[in-house]
């Protein structure tokens, strides 16, 4: 069974601060995305990253995929409160199913 | 609006009784997935479905769970004999042909069992 764990499971920062949240397993994925969710919807998609070492930036979100691809981070510049919610990640073999973490739960205080 | 769309969004039922949802995918998106989501927790696999060909069920998925895909487009999710442990957020997404990495969710549908 393929599992991702997530860390830290909550955080809550200043308005301004920077932060780094992972994603972590034992198993390789062929891929890895990641989503954000607020209460009461469904999930986001953020980005999807494929190769091992690969960077992604989004504004002032940036990703990577680790080397052996089993881990992955997210780091926010800057956060601003708008960047509150779940942000969870999904690994994938292939374009069969998606195994999710548990999420990190990010809280911007202005 | 392409979006996935679910229906209902909110669903308050009684302990015992048969609830449908029901959700309809990005159009000309082959693949549908079906998730349940704890208060909590990520999204948890139940079901999928390749045109209407449904390919893998999670043992999550019990008997009193059912899901069809009919003619390969909307797609229905049946609970029978619901229980309080079946209270979740039932969460929808499908995946399209070319982009197989990328599967984009509906809004969900709040089930909350008496």
């Known amino acids: 069974t393929q599992l991702l764990e997530q860390s830290p499971q909550f955080l809550s920062i200043q308005e301004g601060e920077n932060l780094t949240v992972y994603c972590n397993s034992s198993s390789v994925f062929s891929s890895l995305q990641w989503y954000r969710q607020e209460p009461g919807e469904g999930p986001v998609l953020l980005v999807t990253v494929v190769t091992g070492g690969e960077v992604k930036k989004l504004k002032r979100l940036t990703f990577q995929f680790g080397d052996a691809r089993k881990d992955s981070s997210l780091h926010i510049t800057a956060a601003q409160p708008g960047d509150t919610g779940l942000y969870l990640c999904?690994?994938?073999?292939?374009?069969?199913?998606?195994?999710f973490g548990p999420g990190t739960r990010l809280s911007v205080l202005p | 609006d392409t979006g996935v769309s679910q229906d209902p969004r909110h669903k308050i039922t009684k302990r015992g009784q048969n609830v449908t949802f029901r959700c309809d995918p990005i159009s000309e998106h082959n693949r549908l997935y079906w998730y349940r989501q704890t208060l909590g927790q990520g999204p948890e696999f139940l079901t999928y479905f390749q045109n209407e060909a449904q390919l893998e069920k999670s043992r999550l998925l019990s008997d009193r769970f059912s899901a069809e895909r009919p003619k390969g487009s909307f797609s229905t999710l049946e609970i029978q004999r619901t229980e309080q442990g079946d209270s979740a957020m039932y969460l929808c997404?499908?995946?399209?042909?070319?982009?197989?990495?990328?599967?984009?969710f509906g809004p969900g549908t709040r089930l909350t069992v008496l």
């Open positions: 999904a690994g994938n073999n292939y374009g069969q199913n998606f195994v």
């Open positions: 997404a499908s995946r399209g042909h070319e982009r197989i990495h990328e599967q984009f």
